[in-house]
């Protein structure tokens, strides 16, 4: 090759690695998709500053003789592209092969590697080979890039700063660790062990070594299938939702995808049993023929298309929601223990001193990053908690409670065999309104009831217009409804669930909704009606009930479909077990 041909090569080099390698966490995963091609058991990914200034893969995979390692660094003659078509139907990842030359054109780049029969080992500077040489190493590949970047300085400003990259490896060799529970996955920070998996095949090790082990006991173990998809892996409970939907991992075919609809759905089947901006933990394992999904959208993106996703839809909902009335969910009062994965990222990261890197070419100006604390993810407060004894509560079903009092006007406070129990007197009492509304307007026949004065209500004509337009979804839900006179409705009868007293004031609420435009589609239309209804018409904080009224909350509220949050998915019911009380009294000890 000609020294121009050869400059030329390392040019294109340069400009794919903006490309390829904006990220150091891009560099790892080429690094780690490369060993787990090659069937690798053992993967160890070491970081140095959080790899800026180096990372090193080190694999027991298949290794490579001297031909296949020169072939891998040359840009154009690589063998492993592949059609996009092939991604879901093959057990490779895929889809490089121009990566490694990219990463090596702005790095120092050593690959050690060995086949079983011969070792070889090749160190490139910039993307040029600088020597190869035999040696003498055990089966399996170990890559090590160091000085990323090192000469192209402009990149730096990409490179945010060592939390955020971090953090970007972690979440990226977590994932990693989940798709494959039979791979010994270990990551380490200058020195400090950040993940280790045990490679033993059981996903729920894997969730463990994540999420620390309060989490991971708070876990349900889900498999179920219809025709066209197989879905097994591990539901969080409500109480471990996080702010960031992250945390749910679907795999397709054991491939890490992210699709939104798909997260849409799981969110949706989640509904009431966590707050909106919450997001459960998960690990799915979807198993579908690969000629019902499409890749439809830029691979790296890691999105797919579902060609039924009817199905993908009717059975991921019927799995969630039955799964979680299999559950008591009542949260109990726990100390929060950060996790080992976020004591040791912060204590990695301490005293790390930047790197110094050259002086920025083309008058460039070199811009002094600075390492800004960033908070991560998994730093977030949860209030971790254990049913320390689930066998003695009847699953899915809250004992009977007995009230013993109010505190503050709002939180009752009961007792059974099992421990002390705090209800939110509001939150029940909307938990059992919603699900009385809902029913009651589910089934469109709901009784009515006529009334001795028609309600008549007259609205600005926009609104009158709007409202007009959808008058069955009034009736749907059991009023008798005409209109009377310039911009005037008449109501000669109501849903016989309208609380007394408030059927005015209810009906105004239902017509808010219509004029909010929010939705006409009627499932959703009385869903936003029973929770709005629910919330207005139940008793508020200080209002002081009586004991008989408690009780009659508190048996009602155990014979609702899910007892343990309100609509909106705060909880309406925590308790500190009979042991959880010994152990704070010190009369139990551990
Ligand atoms: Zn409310
Ligand atoms: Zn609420």
């Known amino acids: 090759m000609s020294k121009i041909q050869v400059m030329d090569e390392i040019l294109a080099n340069k400009i794919a690695a903006g490309e390829v390698v904006e990220k150091t966490m891009n560099v790892v995963k080429e690094l780690v998709e490369n060993s787990i091609d090659a069937s690798s058991s053992e993967i160890k990914i070491e970081l140095l500053d959080s790899g800026i200034k180096e990372v090193k893969v080190i694999d027991n ?110 979440e990226y060799v977590n994932k990693m660790a989940l798709s494959y529970p039979s791979i010994q996955f270990t990551l380490t920070n200058n020195g400090k062990e950040l993940l280790h998996t045990d490679g033993s095949g059981s996903l729920l090790k894997v969730i463990h070594a994540i999420y620390g082990l309060e989490v991971s006991k708070k876990m349900m173990e889900i498999d179920e299938e219809n025709e066209d998809y197989h879905i097994y892996g591990y539901l969080g409970y409500p109480e471990v939702a996080r702010s960031n939907r992250s945390h749910m991992t679907t795999l397709v075919n ?58 993908l839809k009717e059975l991921v909902t019927k799995l969630i929601s039955e799964e979680l009335k299999k559950h ?111 029913k009651a307007m589910s089934e469109k026949s709901s009784n009515t009831i006529g009334v001795l004065f028609p309600i008549t209500i007259e609205l600005p004509n926009h609104d009158y217009i709007i409202v007009k337009e959808h008058l069955d979804l009034l009736r749907d839900i059991g009023f008798e409804v005409e209109e009377f006179g310039i911009n005037t409705l008449l109501f000669r009868s109501h849903p016989v669930w309208l609380k007394k007293g408030y059927e005015e004031a209810s009906l105004r609420k239902i017509i808010d909704i219509i004029i909010s435009k929010e939705t006409f589609d009627y499932p959703k239309f009385i869903e936003k009606t029973a929770i709005t209804l629910a919330c207005k018409m139940s008793i508020k904080a200080n209002d002081h009930i009586s004991l008989e009224d408690m009780e009659h909350l508190l048996n009602t509220l155990r014979e609702c479909d899910n007892p343990f949050t309100c609509p909106h998915g705060r909880p309406t019911v925590i308790t500190y077990t009979k042991y959880d009380l010994e152990k704070l009294f010190k009369r139990a000890m551990n």
């Open 328 to 438: 008591t969910l009542i949260p109990t009062i726990k100390e929060y223990h950060p996790s080992n994965q976020e004591f040791l990222v912060k204590d990695s990261i301490q005293n790390i001193v930047w790197p110094s890197f050259p002086k920025g070419e083309n008058n460039e100006k070199e811009e002094k990053v600075k390492l800004e604390e960033v908070k991560l993810d998994f730093n977030e407060e949860i209030v971790t908690t254990t049913v320390s004894d689930e066998s003695s509560l009847d699953k899915g079903k809250i004992k009977k409670m007995y009230p013993i009092g109010l505190v503050h006007g709002t939180y009752i406070i009961a007792e059974n065999e099992d421990g002390m129990f705090m209800i939110d007197q509001h939150a029940a009492a909307e938990r059992i309104n919603y699900e009385k509304y809902f």
């Open 61 to 170: 995979g298949n290794g490579m003789d001297r031909e296949d390692a020169v072939l891998a660094f040359s840009r154009h003659a690589t063998s492993k592209l592949r059609s996009l078509e092939d991604l879901f139907s093959i057990d490779t990842l895929g889809f490089r092969g121009e990566a490694l030359p990219s990463i090596a054109s702005v790095s120092d780049f050593t690959v050690k590697t060995s086949n079983g029969i011969e070792g070889t080992i090749i160190h490139l500077s910039g993307g040029k080979i600088q020597d190869i040489n035999p040696t003498d190493v055990r089966q399996g590949t170990t890559m090590t890039v160091s000085h990323l970047f090192y000469n192209t300085p402009v990149r730096l400003k990409y490179l945010k700063n060592l939390y955020v990259e971090l953090a970007n490896i972690i």
């Open 254 to 311: 054991g491939r890490y995808i992210r699709n939104n609809e798909l997260n849409r759905i799981i969110s949706d089947s989640y509904h009431t049993y966590i707050p909106v901006d919450k997001y459960p933990i998960l690990v799915l394992n979807i198993e579908v023929d690969p000629l019902l999904v499409d890749i439809n959208i830029h691979p790296t993106k890691m999105d797919i298309k579902f060609s039924k996703m009817d199905s």
